[in-house]
């Protein structure tokens, strides 16, 4: 089983992304903590942290495309499921701080403390324990996911009016996140953190150790979109994307294969958020808004819908881009460029980097793959055409 | 359910009294209509009579204000959604032809096909060798055989819908609902699809609506002629074809 999916899994590009990714992951790291500071090959803890934010956004990245460039599903809300898994990994964070916080407090973090919380709330029991918040990683972005879809793809809500209630939803949590007395920390959210399992999360050994595992957590979840949508169920995915009734009249229950597909690419969205976390070092409700969802579609759309390697390498380069920007004079126009970007790609690349790229190859490879049934026909020696009836 | 319990008759599909309305339109009027097992019925009619429209409401597309559907004598197919009439086994070709343009004309077949279609079969699905020749003997018979890697969407008209045949012979139902097929098509291929159906319904039941009379002569088989979602005359080519309203409203004088 396994060796069949993975031989159907990486097709040239996609062993060349991993191999990449790897590489990455490990050799930045090791230059980080191995060469003496300052000397040229030398990657600085800062640029660690910074490269391993945009490998959580990439992560998030595949998770849109996955449901966007396979399937058709435009969500506008994606940001959600990235912050819900970003909170539930700040509240284990915010747990392991102890009696180290301003207030003292063995149990309460501050905020609550400094909001006179007689006790703590019943949802942020067992937050205290690691495994429990990263089950609670998956469950909680997977379980409003699941809910949120059954409701949505059952009433046959699809195209423009999925992406509105899409955006409505992290808005909705945005405002209930914002609120003092929901639980969360409020406006400033969770921040402050001092360790994860028992390790400083400021140390230059945990910043590449949470590097590294972002990198792995990027190679996982690529992996197992390529086996989703190399199977059979992704040639189902698409025929929903490009004729979803017709998809109905051959006998596929579409919501299911919906539900599944944007279950899925939620719980991806949350364990990037909770590998975000410990390396921003703070979680608060603005994780919510939905210009972030909306970003993270552009990333998307920029790279290549519909090519995984393409929303990775968007998310990359878009924020890169942003980087450089907004530590500049043009600082103040950075979205002003985002549009523009958006709207030259659309304009121009429609296809993406990568979707554009392989417009170039395909016909070649097509030739190829032609050239070799053709050979395969000749020795089998089948009979290319049917006597005509008609004759 | 009512004062006839006895209706439940031998028929494969029974429609009676049917009535749609869109918006006051009344599109379908008190139609009723059986095809028998192993039946095929051709359907003409004037444009608007409602011959998609009846197709909608026989696979769930849309459902009838009144009157009953009945397939194989028991199953009520007006409570039924599109997925489960398609898995009792009925399956339909669209006027427009409506294949999976980005995908490769084997993917087309191999989607069609009546296996497990929940998505654990689809995820973990490994191709069989049973299936395979499925495929294979329908690429036979559509004549795509040497086209297989290619995407559907570059086929012209006239081969898109004889991949969406293909399709249906995937799919394998009881009951096939064939609209327009030999729309775009030359007289060659128009033949070659009569063949084929007559073929088909050596061992299947058809419903086949054309406007093109050569093919619906050739296929020699009963004919419907509706106007105004209801029926207007029915029997064979030569009865119909002789019916004062059938030429006044259809065929012209
Ligand atoms: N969903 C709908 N909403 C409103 N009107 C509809 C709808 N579907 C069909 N109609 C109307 O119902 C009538 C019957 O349409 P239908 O498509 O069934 O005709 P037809 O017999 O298939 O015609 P043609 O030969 O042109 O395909 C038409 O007047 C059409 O405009
Ligand atoms: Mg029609």
Request: charged share 15%; glycine share 10%.
């Amino acid at each position: 089983m396994m060796p069949h999916v993975l031989t159907r899994s990486l097709d040239r590009s996609a062993t060349i992304f991993l191999a990449v990714v790897a590489a990455v992951g490990i050799l930045i790291p090791l230059s980080n903590l191995l060469l003496p500071a300052g000397s040229m090959f030398q990657v600085p803890t800062y640029l660690v942290a910074l490269f391993g934010k945009y490998v959580c956004y990439a992560i998030l990245a595949l998770s849109i495309d996955l449901i966007w460039g396979y399937c058709g599903i435009l969500s506008l809300g994606h940001g959600a499921f990235f912050a819900l898994g970003g909170y539930a990994m700040g509240m284990y964070l915010m747990r392991q701080i102890g009696s180290r916080g301003v207030y003292g407090n063995p149990i309460l973090p501050d905020f609550m403390v400094f909001l006179n919380y007689p006790e703590l709330p019943w949802y942020w029991y067992g937050f205290d324990t690691f495994w429990f918040a990263a089950v609670m990683v998956l469950l909680v972005p997977g379980l409003l996911a699941f809910c949120f879809g059954w409701l949505a793809f059952r009433s046959r809500v699809t195209g423009v009016y999925l992406s509105i209630i899409t955006q409505a939803m992290t808005y909705a949590l945005l405002l209930a996140f914002f609120r003092n007395d929901f639980g969360f920390g409020g406006n400033n959210g969770l921040t402050d953190f001092k360790d994860i399992l028992g390790f400083n999360v400021q140390a230059d050994g945990t910043r590449a150790a949470l590097f590294l595992l972002s990198c792995l957590a990027l190679i996982i979840a690529f992996l197992i979109c390529r086996a989703v949508v190399t199977s059979k169920l992704g040639k189902v995915l698409i025929a929903v994307r490009d004729a979803e009734s017709r998809t109905r009249f051959l006998g596929y229950r579409v919501e299911s294969y919906k539900l599944f597909v944007f279950t899925l690419s939620a719980c991806m969205a949350g364990v990037a958020g909770a590998l975000y976390v410990p390396q921003v070092g703070i979680i608060n409700p603005g994780e919510f808004a939905p210009g972030n969802s909306i970003e993270a579609v552009i990333w998307v759309a920029v790279g290549g819908r519909g090519t995984l390697i393409g929303a990775a390498l968007g998310a990359v380069v878009v924020n890169y881009a942003k980087t450089v920007f907004t530590s500049g004079p043009l600082a103040p126009y950075w979205l002003f460029m985002l549009g523009a970007l958006f709207i030259l790609v659309t304009l121009l690349l429609p296809k993406g980097i990568i979707g554009t790229f392989n417009a170039w190859w395909e016909p070649w490879k097509a030739q190829r793959i032609a050239a070799n049934a053709e050979s395969a026909a000749l020795e089998d020696g089948v009979s290319v055409s049917k006597p005509n009836p008609a004759e | 359910m009512n004062a006839l319990p006895t209706r439940t008759t031998s028929a494969l599909l029974y429609l009676d009294g049917v009535h749609v309305s869109f918006d006051g339109f009344h599109a379908i009027n008190n139609l009723s209509l059986t095809l028998e097992p192993g039946e095929m019925r051709a359907i003409i009619g004037p444009n608007g009579a409602g011959k998609t429209t009846m197709m909608d409401i026989i696979t769930g597309k849309t459902r009838p204000d009144e009157g009953e559907v009945l397939f194989d004598g028991i199953t009520d197919l007006t409570r039924l959604d599109e997925t489960r009439i398609a898995e009792l086994g009925i399956g339909r070709k669209f006027q427009k032809p409506t294949v999976f343009e980005s995908q490769t004309i084997q993917d087309n077949l191999l989607l069609a096909l009546n296996v497990d279609h929940s998505v654990r079969g689809t995820l973990f699905w490994r191709e069989t060798k049973d299936e395979s020749e499925r495929i294979e003997r329908v690429l036979e018979t559509i004549r795509l055989k040497d086209a297989r890697h290619k995407l559907a969407g570059s086929l012209s008209h006239g081969q898109k819908q004889w991949l969406e045949i293909g399709m249906l012979l995937a799919q394998d139902p009881k009951l096939l609902l064939v609209d327009e097929p030999v729309a775009g098509m030359t007289d060659v291929e128009t033949h070659q699809t009569a063949e084929l159906l007559k073929e088909i319904n050596k061992d299947k039941t058809i419903m086949v609506v054309e406007h093109d009379m050569t093919f619906v002569r050739e296929l020699g088989v009963k004919v419907t002629c509706l106007h105004e979602g209801t029926v207007l005359a029915e029997g064979t080519i030569d009865q119909v074809s002789s019916n004062e309203r059938v030429i006044e409203v259809y065929l012209g004088r």
